[in-house]
């Protein structure tokens, strides 16, 4: 009997502690008593009646990323291809996430594949290819009204790949490879008219530097001439002055002196003489004067003598 009721003890205790739980972290327990909901448990601890409640689902809280694989679709201008997508997704109600639908995540996928075919159908190529942030808005806000009755909350979308058929791969890339020539070639035009304008600019400005250092050349010696000419102005000018004024202190020193008409009349006779030293072969002298030639010469005859 006492083993009885050890053994009846334990399964007592094992039920008891089977009927404690204690929830995590970024998780929620939905549970059910006799198969209906019953409540949803939070972070903490928590008991429930043994043999009538039981926890139905354990639901993350957490952000969830889920990658598709490429889906088929056709755009408006009939060229097919495949896209892929990821969604990140949180579940903002474990009860509804727990009943409103069999598989949730199958779903989603489902959801997924045709709402990207219902937004590519009503674009072109280029603009599928270009406008990745228009589709990626236009699912969200799609796929989050859809999921709502789920508890479920989209809050991205994103293209992860969009593949194109490969003969469209290969024209994109012809197209790509002669929009880059035609860029080079651009550039490579643009260079060479920027050389050429910058080449003649400069031949411009040295041949306007050359016509200005020749204008400065001719200015200086024009300069120099005309210094040169005023310099030798006034040497001229000052020697006349210097010529003038010895003349005038003679005649000033023989008037001093008392000199007679005679004596001056011979100081003009001796100007004569040295102004012929070498320079003339003819002097005309006055008749006034050609009375003394003869005296003088006699003067410079007795003068010879008595040396």
Not at 166 to 191: F, H, P, W, Y
């Amino acid at each position: 009997m006492e083993l009885i009721a050890v053994v009846i003890l334990i399964i007592v205790v094992i039920v008891l502690l089977s009927c404690i739980n204690v929830v995590p972290q970024a998780k929620a327990y939905v549970v059910e008593r006799l198969g209906g909901y019953q409540a949803t448990w939070g972070v903490g601890i928590h008991f429930k009646l043994p043999l009538v409640d039981r926890v139905a689902k354990r639901v993350v809280l957490k952000e969830q990323v889920v990658d598709f694989a490429p889906q088929p679709v056709i755009t408006k201008d009939n060229v097919t291809m495949r896209i892929d997508t990821v969604i990140f997704f949180q579940i903002t109600d474990p009860k509804l996430y727990a009943y409103g639908v069999e598989n949730p995540i199958v779903a989603i996928e489902n959801l997924t594949a045709t709402t990207l075919r219902n937004v590519i159908g009503e674009l072109e190529l280029d603009e599928t290819l270009t406008s990745r942030e228009t589709i990626n808005t236009k699912m969200r806000a799609s796929l989050d009204s859809a999921t709502d009755p789920w508890g479920i909350k989209v809050n991205r979308v994103e293209l992860k790949n969009i593949i194109p058929p490969s003969a469209i791969q290969d024209a994109m890339e012809k197209q790509m490879k002669a929009e880059r020539e035609k860029r080079e070639s651009i550039l490579r035009s643009q260079g060479e008219k920027e050389s050429a304008i910058l080449v003649a600019q400069g031949k411009k400005e040295a041949a306007i530097l050359d016509a200005e250092a020749d204008k400065a050349a001719a200015i200086l010696k024009a300069e120099a001439t005309k210094e040169a000419t005023i310099r030798e102005a006034e040497g001229q000018a000052q020697a006349i002055l210097a010529v003038q004024k010895a003349k005038a202190d003679g005649i000033r020193m023989l008037n001093e002196a008392g000199a007679t008409e005679k004596v001056i009349q011979l100081k003009g006779l001796e100007a004569f003489e040295k102004a012929s030293d070498g320079r003339a072969t003819k002097i005309i002298i006055p008749s006034e004067i050609q009375s003394l030639a003869g005296l003088v010469t006699s003067i410079k005859e007795v003068a010879k003598e008595d040396e």
